[in-house]
């Protein structure tokens, strides 16, 4: 399978997750948290598709699209493994959705960090929340759910609270 074949699997795979967790968590009322803006992709896909809710962004430096852009008051900061333990703190366990692409290239360092991220965003999700991510993560209680059609396996994970 070439470089080519696997990111268009990831791309295919992350709007097929996104857009099966948005109407799913559509009647819940709590915020959606982007974890790593990057360039801004999947977080403009967001920004068209949710509607009702707030879409705050966590990133250490903004470098996105112009069109792809949060206003500052959405834009969350710093390292997720300190971000995420305040917005704990000011939002409590009431997130309806959560959007985790996090990862570069290194495999074995993104599934190193995927183990440390894990404990800090299950807390995060409201009860019937769903939580999106391009790689495995480490989670006590949250519900493997099974890929809507179009994703392919092992390119994008859904779990529920
Ligand atoms: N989903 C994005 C898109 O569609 O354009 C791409 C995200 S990119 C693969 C990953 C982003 O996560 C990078 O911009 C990186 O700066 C951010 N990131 C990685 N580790 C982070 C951390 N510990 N804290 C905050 N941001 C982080």
Redesign the pocket.
Same mark, same amino acid.
């Given at each position: 399978m070439s470089r080519l074949d696997v990111f268009i699997d990831r791309m295919v795979s992350?709007r097929a997750c996104l857009d099966f967790a948005i109407a799913e968590t559509a009647a819940l009322p709590g915020p959606v948290f982007? #974890?790593? #803006? &990057?360039? &801004?992709?999947?977080?403009h896909?967001l920004r068209e598709k949710v509607a009702g809710r707030d879409i705050y962004v /966590?990133?250490? !430096?903004i !470098?996105?699209h112009p069109d792809?852009t949060p206003d500052e008051a959405f834009a969350i900061l710093? =390292? %997720?493994?300190a971000?995420l333990p305040q917005t704990l703190a000011r939002f409590g366990p009431t997130a309806s959705l959560i959007?985790a =692409? #996090?990862? &570069?290239h290194n495999l074995a360092k993104n599934d190193a /960090?995927a183990r440390k %991220?894990s404990p800090l965003i299950e807390p995060l999700l409201a009860k019937g929340g769903l939580m999106v991510s391009?790689d495995r993560m480490y989670f006590d209680a949250l519900e493997d759910r099974p890929l809507p059609p179009g994703a392919v396996p092992g390119r994008c994970f859904i779990y529920r609270k």
């Open positions: 992350q982007e #974890l790593g #803006l &990057g360039n &801004g992709r999947t977080y896909h /966590f990133e250490r !430096a !470098a996105s792809s710093g =390292d %997720v493994m971000t959007h =692409d #996090l990862g &570069g /960090f %991220v391009s």
